[in-house]
Every structure is written in structure tokens, then in C-alpha cells.
């Protein structure tokens, strides 16, 4: 424990490569990570649900459900929605630059926390004390989804 902090201290904050993506292991809190998980769970909860709101408000995050893709698509192709950016900014002071992008991913508000949270997953996890962490479960057939 005293070890893996002195390390962390002399390498310095880890760095996320690649796309901000959560990694498979995602949702566990072993124990010794409880701060970094908890960290992460508040960004999430908070700045990156805010960004992927804003972008389907705008019209560019794809929606869950096909029907309300085929409506918005509808708007923007016979023009009567406009441009939801312009639209957006009418009559408001609103940074441009805040506004959400096409290509944006909404986890990328939350990529310190991310290689915080891996960092110590991937050391932790390992432990004899969270490996059940790790093992899949199984589930009895009669409480399985029918097809």
C-alpha cells in the first residue's frame, strides 16, 4: 500500500491513451480504490451526462430508441428545425465553444478520473481480496429474458 503510493507520487498522474472509454470492469469499486470509483461516479453522474444531454438536445448523439432518430432526421432534412446550434445561440450570450460538437465524446470530461480509476483497478484487482470482483456470475434459467 505504502509502496503503490510512493510510486504514484514519483510517476505522476497517469495518462488515458486512446479514446476515453470505461473500461470492462467498469462498474466494481474493489476495495483500496473507493476514492478513484467514487470520483469517476460523481463525474459521470454529473458533467458527462450533462455533455451527452446537450448533444442530443442539439441533435447529435444517436437516440436509443429509432423512432425519435427518424422524426429528428425528418426536421433536419426538410429544414424546418434549422440548424440547432443557430438556433441555440439566439438571443442568448452563449460561448460557442462550449456548445457540443458532432464528434464529441462525452466521457472525455471525465478522462482524468478514468486513468485514476484504471490505474488503480488494474493493480488492485489483482489481489487475492478482489478477485470475486471479477468472476462472472451465473444465472439460473428460469430468471433469464425469454427471446
Request: glycine share 6%; proline share 8%.
Amino acid at each position: 500500500m505504502v509502496w503503490n503510493r510512493i510510486r504514484d507520487a514519483i510517476s505522476g498522474p497517469p495518462k488515458l491513451e486512446g479514446p476515453s472509454v470505461l473500461p470492462p470492469y467498469f462498474p466494481v469499486e474493489p476495495a483500496g480504490c473507493e476514492k478513484h470509483a467514487q470520483n469517476l461516479f460523481q463525474c459521470i453522474a454529473k458533467d458527462a451526462t450533462e455533455k451527452a444531454r446537450d448533444m442530443e438536445k442539439m441533435g447529435y448523439a444517436k437516440s436509443y430508441y429509432p423512432e425519435v432518430e427518424t422524426e429528428r432526421l425528418k426536421k433536419l432534412k426538410s429544414g424546418v428545425g434549422g440548424d440547432a446550434a443557430e438556433k441555440a445561440l439566439q438571443g442568448k450570450d452563449v460561448d460557442a465553444s462550449k456548445l457540443p460538437k458532432p464528434d464529441d465524446n462525452p466521457l472525455d470530461e471525465c478522462r482524468a478520473f478514468i486513468a485514476y480509476y484504471k490505474r488503480c483497478c488494474d493493480r488492485e484487482l489483482k489481489k487475492k481480496k478482489n478477485w470475486i470482483l471479477t468472476e462472472p456470475y451465473r444465472v439460473q434459467e428460469e430468471y433469464r429474458y425469454r427471446k
